[in-house]
């Protein structure tokens, strides 16, 4: 790591240089001013920058951040502030990022001991940025007593970190100390659930200020029902796990706890009872791994009900699996009574009145997907007023919304944007896949889903959806060798009945999609899929194959289906009317005015009387057709995806982390002063090496001299 050192003094420079040589680092480099520090950062790497909040020439190091932060490939750069003085910039520079804050002396001895200081904390902390900065700022606001700021700095850690012991005893304490005694007793009653090392301080913080060792009483407890949760699966190999958590389960008011040993017997039994509130389940199981047999739960009961993982070990590789499976909550084993009572308190408050950013994000997912307007307002809201929050984490919001809205083009967009940002690249390049499925660009759509299937290896959603681009390419071979692993991984699940019906029609094979459309409780994505293709080979002129697959679908449709009969014979006899073979039209047509949609009958009347007088006055008959999709001429280039993703094992991915105490931390110490100095930009314009095949926010090298 290259470490740039600001000062006007020659001395301070070299005393800096030698005290970072001595604590590790190699490459130095001393400037006197904030402006030939940017100038060295144009085109070349730096991690770290130590500086004075003003330098000699007035720029601020303000300004050096707010540079930071409009520019994506700086995002890794921390900057540390020598403080000779208490200045009233310091929580500002909090605010926009800087990592921590040193008492500069011109002595080695009274140097090197700061510096030490921070790597020990960067140890400590395990390299989480955020909780190193929160630990300066932290000090600095107890020399000045400005608890008001205490309280913001602990509420947004709290955001970050939601049931973080010290974190809520931090709040509890400034709270009490502000007076307010009733907030800061219910977090002293939640440290005290959770219990641990921390009962001593929440003694000593009760002593202090309610004359007594123990706190005052809590509310009483409320039950599962007044939060609408009554029954609850948990599987678990080990009868004292079971037992335990469902004893704890009916002191918490559940009315009906089922408890299963064998994840296959519990899947038998899933079959008749589908009726659950809650699911806790062992991550290690017999029969069949924990997270297929989770995958198989939620391909059946959706991501809406909240699941709580029990876990001895989870291996870092498995992670992410967690958060696919909608995972609010871990349980460690073994199991404490208190902690599990503690948790599941948790998840059902949660539930109700969401406030940690995972949940939150589910629920605002699945209002996404049930196109509930009000709710996506209120939960988009309270979402993107999150201080953890990144824009990455923003635009694959908007892109999910946009493509639960049918609005792929703007799905697309928000994808690829929130990629160049950093953001999750299993979740754009899902989105971004499936948006061009939409776009019926299946090439470009391959390779994004290929990406997410080789990240997701057990989610059924990605297969089938990368088994459908194969079958819309003409590609048997490769939709066979898809579908195979995701009938392996759940043949019973809803898409994989849905993507081999699909397969069936396609191929002409109507016996056997008969026998799977009779599997289904909706036949919506199946003759969706079918329409679109029937109208994209009308439109380029196959109007033999278009309406031979409208006759395929009609006799692979399950008996007393007549509603979807005549739909389907409505959009047949508009592809025969664009052939321009009428008669056949109109036959198509008055099977469609059986329909008992009052809409579908006037459609299809109306279309006949254009028939008919188009035959009668020998007049040719044109319809017209849905104008293509486009925003603005909009065609991504796809070299540019492609571009993206031979960076992408290369890239490590921007964590929260390394945006310090951006969001989280907000002040109006000092403000007037920062405004002023921030109406003043300082110019930077990266140049050569630094930026050149940037992605996600780090420096990468030239895939080009790569290759």
């Known amino acids: 790591m290259r470490c740039l050192a600001i000062s006007a003094s020659s001395s301070q420079r070299q005393l800096l240089s030698s005290v970072l040589k001595e604590i590790g680092f190699s490459n130095v480099v001393?400037?006197?001013d904030i402006k030939t520090c940017l100038e060295m950062m144009e085109a070349e790497e730096v991690g770290w920058i130590i500086g004075p909040l003003q330098d000699a020439s007035n720029a601020s190091i303000l300004q050096l951040l707010d540079v930071i932060n409009q520019q994506p490939v700086l995002r890794h750069v921390k900057v540390s502030i020598l403080r000779d003085q208490d200045h009233e910039l310091l929580p500002k520079a909090f605010a926009m990022g800087a990592l921590s804050c040193h008492r500069f002396a011109m002595t080695r001895e009274a140097c090197l001991p700061e510096f030490k200081k921070l790597l020990e904390r960067l140890t400590a902390h395990e390299h989480d940025f955020i909780k190193v900065a929160a630990s300066y700022l932290q000090e600095y606001l107890h020399e000045r007593r400005e608890f008001g700021d205490l309280r913001t700095l602990y509420t947004g850690l709290l955001q970050v970190y939601p049931g973080n012991a010290d974190s809520m005893l931090a709040l509890a304490h400034t709270l009490l100390v502000m007076g307010e005694l009733e907030t800061g007793k219910v977090l002293l009653h939640q440290v005290k659930i959770t219990g641990g090392d921390k009962l001593d301080r929440v003694r000593e913080l009760s002593r202090e200020f309610f004359e007594s060792e123990e706190v005052p009483d809590e509310p009483d407890v409320v039950l599962a029902e007044h939060f609408g949760f009554r029954s609850c699966l948990v599987v678990d190999p080990t009868p004292e796990s079971l037992n335990l958590m469902k004893q704890t389960l009916l002191n918490l008011g559940f009315g009906e706890v089922y408890c299963h040993r064998d994840p296959l017997s519990a899947l038998k039994w899933l079959r008749?009872?589908?009726?659950?509130?809650?699911?806790?389940?062992?991550?290690?199981?017999?029969?069949?791994p924990g997270p297929v047999f989770l995958y198989k739960l939620r391909n059946r009961l959706g991501l809406n009900i909240p699941l709580l993982v029990i876990n001895e070990s989870i291996e870092e590789r498995e992670v992410p699996l967690l958060s696919e499976l909608g995972a609010s909550r871990l349980l460690q084993k073994p199991i404490d009574d208190k902690r599990l009572n503690a948790d599941i308190i948790w998840t059902l408050q949660q539930h109700t009145n969401p406030t940690d950013p995972f949940v939150i994000k589910q629920k605002l997912l699945l209002a996404s997907k049930r196109h509930d307007v009000a709710e996506?307002?209120?939960?988009?809201?309270?979402?993107?007023?999150?201080?953890?929050?990144?824009?990455?984490?923003?635009l694959l919001m908007e892109a999910q919304i946009a493509f639960d809205s049918g609005c792929f083009l703007?799905?697309?967009?928000?994808?690829?944007?929130a990629m160049r940002l950093g953001g999750s690249s299993r979740e754009a390049m899902e989105i971004l896949g499936k948006s061009l499925m939409k776009l019926r660009d299946f090439d470009a759509a391959v390779r994004c889903l290929s990406n997410v299937s080789f990240i997701s290896p057990m989610n059924v959603s990605h297969l089938c959806n990368l088994a459908e681009c194969h079958l819309e390419q003409g590609n048997d071979q490769a939709y066979d060798q898809v579908m195979s692993k995701a009938q392996?991984?759940?043949?019973?699940a809803a898409q994989v009945i849905e993507t081999a019906a699909k397969g069936a029609i396609k191929r002409g094979h109507t016996e056997t999609a008969k026998k799977l459309l009779s599997r289904l409780k909706s036949f919506k994505e199946v003759l969706a899929f079918m329409n679109n293709r029937a109208v994209s080979l009308i439109r380029v002129g196959n109007f033999e194959e278009g309406v031979e697959l409208y006759k395929r679908t009609l006799e692979s449709l399950p008996e007393n289906q007549q509603e979807m009969r005549a739909l389907i014979h409505y959009n047949l006899g508009l592809g025969l009317t664009r052939a321009n073979r009428l008669e056949d039209a109109l036959k198509a047509l008055s099977e469609a005015e059986r329909s008992q949609n009052q809409q579908r009958i006037i459609k299809a009347k109306s279309l006949k009387t254009r028939i008919v007088a188009a035959v009668n006055s020998g007049e040719?008959?044109?319809?017209?057709?849905?104008?293509?999709?486009?925003?603005?001429?909009?065609?991504?280039?796809?070299?540019?995806?492609?571009q993206m993703e031979a960076s992408l094992a290369a890239a490590e991915k921007i964590t929260r982390s390394d945006y310090c105490l951006i969001n989280i931390y907000r002040t109006t110490l000092g403000e007037d002063r920062a405004q002023e100095l921030l109406a003043k930009k300082l110019n930077f314009s990266p140049r050569g090496k630094l930026v050149k095949d940037y992605h996600r926010g780090l420096v990468l090298q030239d895939t080009k001299e790569a290759g």
Request: hydrophobic share 40%.
């Open 620 to 642: 040719t008959l044109v319809l017209k057709s849905d104008p293509p999709i486009s925003e603005q001429a909009e065609q991504e280039k796809m070299d540019q995806m492609r």
């Open 488 to 492: 392996d991984l759940d043949e019973d």
């Open 376 to 394: 996506i307002k209120k939960l988009k809201q309270l979402y993107f007023d999150l201080p953890a929050l990144l824009e990455a984490d923003k």
């Open 410 to 417: 703007h799905a697309k967009k928000h994808a690829l944007d």
């Open 272 to 288: 008749q009872n589908k009726k659950l509130d809650l699911l806790i389940c062992e991550w290690k199981l017999p029969n069949l």
């Open 30 to 32: 001393v400037v006197s």
